[in-house]
């Protein structure tokens, strides 16, 4: 007994050591594992003026984002710094909020779960543009916990952000913007970027103080680190560029795809990603919109999270089938171009997985999302 | 890799994490940036061991103290944590996939705060944050490694009026 004891110690530790945590990420490609081709421009919220710059997490489109059993536990923020002037030092809060019931974020103060003050790039002596890969972790003890006690177990919408101070500079010497795919209603003439039917809301919003926020239309290269694996539905339209490469659009063509048939009919991929069991297991369902949030207790301390597909038998999720990652990550075809028929227009499809680590016997539920037909 | 991350984030063995990372590790510490100068060699542990051996409870006190100061690296070695950040989250967990690359360097930004320069061209830190969530200062851990070249700037504003 002391041995098997020992050794399950020492392998605790040693796993410690090396592990990772998930940049839960809402952008057309997975900057992370992908070669980012489809950034239409690096840009702020409100130009050179004071603003946040937010994502949006709402509970229409994603659940179980971060999903401890219950409680929402993020670890830091994962985020690409654009500097105009690599040699001098910017300036920037991190900022997770709730929404404002009106809709969009709150901005006072009561609506702040998290914010850190005052954090700054490296030094350099490059006086030229660049960009910083910016890893911000909080660790497990100062992971942010936000608590719902009553399913879905999240904020209808909550925001994580960066929030940027006014730079007057900025692009023309300095300072310090995100990278941004635009939406094709944006009106910026970007080439690359978001690829989504006509109508789709903005996902991200430039919060202010002291004026009206405003959603902007674009998706930053931005988003909060879980410990839970992600899920995304992916876009496929083939007549379209707007990714700069081969590949799905991870996010605004996933979750508003265009099934018109006038021109598009998009396909779908999912993308499983996970650093924590990067040889894991995979259970793949789906369900017909969101169900009630359903914890498995006979797997109590097994599998980690609520299912947002369904519960047990007679109203479980739909199986897709099973399959493993690689490296951390699987994509899986759910249903080609073309093949989707405009009849299914006003559905909605929600998907979620389960990754296995085999050899900790434990498994987690991924977040769940919805793909609006 | 780290299961046990996944357990400790669902609360399910937090007294375990806790544990783990209070396990020895060897101590070692970097010099200022300019002195051409490598990490340090851990601490003799023959001689913290003897040290032990007297005051057992006095030792165990001053190494978690020290342990406390320690910032895991990704191969396995330790070095102090910086900014005076006392219970630094391993660099492993925010060094993203990117191949492990050895410090080289302490260097101070204009803004005050050291960091750790890596071989690579790649940044890390750790610093106390005031977190009004916790109620306490708390430490993080950061990483910047260099990215591509960004895209033009979007001079273009959005028209309030027209988005929701």
Same mark, same amino acid.
């Given at each position: 007994m002391q041995p098997i004891r020992s050794l399950a110690a020492v392998a605790f530790v040693t796993a410690t050591v090396s592990s990772q945590v998930n940049p839960f990420l809402f952008y057309p490609q997975d900057p992370v594992r992908q070669t980012v081709t489809c950034t239409s421009f690096v840009g702020r919220p409100d130009l050179s003026n004071a603003a946040e710059a937010l994502m949006e997490i709402n509970t229409d489109h994603m659940r179980g984002v971060g999903d401890a059993n219950g409680l929402i536990r993020l670890f830091g923020v994962y985020h690409w710094i654009a500097d105009e002037r690599l040699s001098t030092v910017e300036t920037y809060d991190l900022v997770v909020r709730n929404g404002a019931a009106s809709g @969009? #974020?709150?901005? +006072?103060?009561? =609506?702040?779960?998290l914010r850190i003050s005052g954090l700054t790039t490296p030094p350099s002596s490059n006086p030229m543009r660049g960009t910083w890969i910016a890893y911000d972790g909080f660790g497990i003890a100062g992971g942010l916990v936000i608590t719902v006690n009553q399913p879905p177990y999240a904020p209808p919408r909550y925001y994580v952000g960066v929030d940027l101070p006014a730079n007057p500079l900025w692009p023309t010497t300095d300072g310090h913007s995100l990278f941004r795919a635009d939406l094709l209603n944006a009106g910026t003439g970007a080439v690359f970027g978001e690829n989504h039917r006509l109508g789709a809301p903005d996902p991200t919003w430039a919060g202010l103080h002291g004026a009206p926020s405003f959603s902007t239309p674009w998706t930053y290269i931005l988003g909060p680190f879980v410990t839970s694996p992600n899920l995304q539905i992916g876009g496929l339209d083939p007549t379209s560029n707007r990714l700069g490469a081969p590949g799905a659009n991870l996010s605004m063509n996933g979750l508003f795809p265009d099934i018109s048939g006038m021109p598009r009919s998009d396909g779908l991929t999912l993308r499983i990603t996970d650093v924590i069991a990067p040889f894991g297991v995979v259970f793949l369902g789906g369900s017909m919109g969101f169900q009630p949030a359903y914890f498995e207790f006979s797997l109590s301390g097994t599998l980690i999270g609520h299912s947002h597909? @369904? @519960? =047990?038998? #007679? +109203? @479980?999720p739909v199986p897709l089938g099973i399959t493993t990652l690689m490296a951390g990550v699987r994509e899986v075809s759910i249903a080609m171009p073309n093949t989707l028929s405009p009849s299914l227009m006003g559905q909605d499809f929600a998907f979620q997985a389960v990754v296995w680590d085999v050899n900790f016997d434990l498994a987690e539920w991924t977040n769940a999302q919805v793909t609006h037909l | 890799m780290n299961t046990s991350l996944r357990i400790a984030a669902a609360g399910l063995v937090l007294a375990a994490a806790t544990t783990a990372i209070w396990l020895p590790t060897p101590g070692g510490d970097v010099t200022p940036a300019g002195s051409g100068a490598t990490p340090a060699a851990p601490d003799p542990p023959a001689a913290a061991g003897a040290a032990a051996a007297e005051v057992p409870e006095l030792r165990g006190e001053a190494a978690a103290e020290r342990r406390s100061h320690e910032l895991e690296l990704p191969d396995g070695t330790t070095v102090a944590t910086l900014n005076d950040a006392v219970d630094a989250a391993p660099l492993a967990m925010y060094w993203g996939p990117m191949p492990w690359s050895p410090i080289v360097a302490i260097e101070r930004s204009s803004a005050g705060v050291d960091w750790y320069r890596h071989a690579d061209g790649s940044y890390s830190t750790t610093q106390m944050v005031w977190r009004k969530d916790l109620g306490r200062y708390a430490a993080m851990t950061r990483v910047a490694h260099p990215g591509p070249e960004p895209a033009p700037p979007a001079t273009q504003g959005v028209a309030a009026a027209g988005r929701r």
């Open positions: @969009g #974020p709150d901005m +006072s103060p009561a =609506a702040e779960f597909i @369904g @519960g =047990a038998n #007679p +109203s @479980g | -």
